[in-house]
Structures are given as C-alpha cells and as structure tokens.
C-alpha cells in the first residue's frame, strides 16, 4: 500500500509565495515522475507541473515561469514552489506520483490534497 501526504497549503495574498510538499511511503518498487495537479470543485483536475526520472520538468502553461517543481530525485520529497500567485491559482492541489507498487506498472496514487487560497 502507497501513501502520499502533501503538506503547504493554506491563505496567501496576491502577488504572494507558497511552498507545497509531497512525500509517498509505503511499498514503492519504483517511481517514474512525480506530478503536481490541481482542481477547482466542478471542474477538472488540471495537471500543473511534472518532474520525471530522467530529470525533466514540465509545466502548464497558466503556471509557466512562475511555479517550479524540485527535488533531488522522484523518490524524495518533492516541492512545488509557487510565486507571483493569482485568486485563479485557487485551488485543491494534489500531488500524484507514478509508482510501481511491485505490479509492473506505473500507477498514479494520490493525496488527500491541500487547499491554496489566493485572496486579498
């Protein structure tokens, strides 16, 4: 069984900084990239940044230049920094890292996520 914990959210003012992090434990054979998601209720999970292996980091385009997912590898725990925030970065952020629990495939397992409020 997998667990994953994302920690970091909460109220943060326009123009403002926050740092969320995400760690998994539990029967990891393997990870092969580690993601970063987010969803506003009654719309779809949006993916907002992906941090694979091989060490490439990708983003979305409404976050380009302005949130940076990090970490030494995809194994620990791994950081998304998010800068210069707007009220539509607002927010339940979900981290989903792509593990293969010892069935031989890679299996997104997500957190419970964390609420970012970007708010005056």
């Known amino acids: 069984q997998v667990h994953v914990v994302e920690s970091g959210g909460g109220l943060v003012q326009p123009g403002g900084s926050q740092i969320l992090s995400c760690a998994a434990t539990g029967r990891i054979v393997a990870v092969n990239a580690v993601a970063w998601y987010r969803q506003v209720r009654g719309n779809r999970r949006e993916i907002v940044a992906r941090?694979?292996?091989?060490?490439?980091?990708l983003y979305g385009e409404s976050v380009e230049g302005r949130f940076t997912i990090s970490g030494d590898n995809v194994e620990n725990t791994t950081y998304l920094q998010m800068s210069s925030l707007k009220p539509e970065d607002s927010a339940v952020y979900y981290c989903?890292?792509?593990?293969?629990?010892?069935?031989?495939?890679?299996?997104?397992?997500w957190g419970q996520g964390t609420q970012v409020t970007v708010a005056s």
């Open positions: 941090f694979t292996k091989k060490g490439q980091r």
């Open positions: 989903g890292p792509e593990i293969d629990d010892g069935a031989g495939s890679w299996q997104i397992f």
